[in-house]
C-alpha cells in the first residue's frame, strides 16, 4: 500500500557523515511508523532507529545511538537517518521500512520496505 526508496549511500571514509533519505508514498489520512535498518551479507537485518507516523517517539539500538539521529518530514513524505561518525562497521545496505504496528524494534513487524541503499565506510 506505500512505496519506499531509499537514497543517500556511498563510499566514505571512517570518522565521515552521511544522511540517508527514504521517500514515500504515504497520504496525510494514512501514515506510518516507520524505521531504519542494515544487512551484510551472511547476518541478520539489525533494527537501527524507529520513528512514530507524528514524528514523535524515536527509538535507537544501543548500537549506534549519539552517532546517528532519525526525523521525517511529513510534508514531504521523508525520512533520514543522519549518520554522523562512521566506522568501517557500519558498513552495510541500509533499508527504510513502515508499518502500523506499535512495535518497531523487529524486522518481522514491517510489512512495507525499500530496496535499500549501500555505505561503505573505509579506515
Known amino acids: 500500500q506505500v512505496q519506499l526508496a531509499e537514497s543517500g549511500g556511498g563510499s566514505v571514509r571512517a570518522g565521515d557523515s552521511l544522511r540517508l533519505s527514504c521517500a514515500t508514498s504515504?497520504?496525510?489520512?494514512?501514515?506510518?511508523?516507520m524505521g531504519w535498518f542494515r544487512q551484510v551479507p551472511g547476518k541478520e537485518r539489525e533494527f537501527l532507529a524507529a520513528?512514530?507516523?507524528?514524528?514523535?517517539?524515536?527509538l535507537y539500538a544501543e548500537s549506534i545511538k549519539g552517532r546517528f539521529t532519525i526525523s521525517r518530514d511529513n510534508a514531504k513524505n521523508l525520512l533520514h537517518l543522519q549518520m554522523n561518525r562512521l566506522k568501517p562497521e557500519d558498513t552495510a545496505l541500509y533499508s527504510c521500512a513502515a508499518t502500523i504496528a506499535v512495535i518497531l524494534t523487529t524486522p518481522t513487524t514491517y510489512p512495507y520496505w525499500g530496496q535499500g541503499t549501500q555505505v561503505t565506510v573505509s579506515s
Open positions: 504515504e497520504r496525510p489520512n494514512m501514515r506510518y511508523n
Open positions: 520513528i512514530s507516523s507524528s514524528g514523535d517517539h524515536p
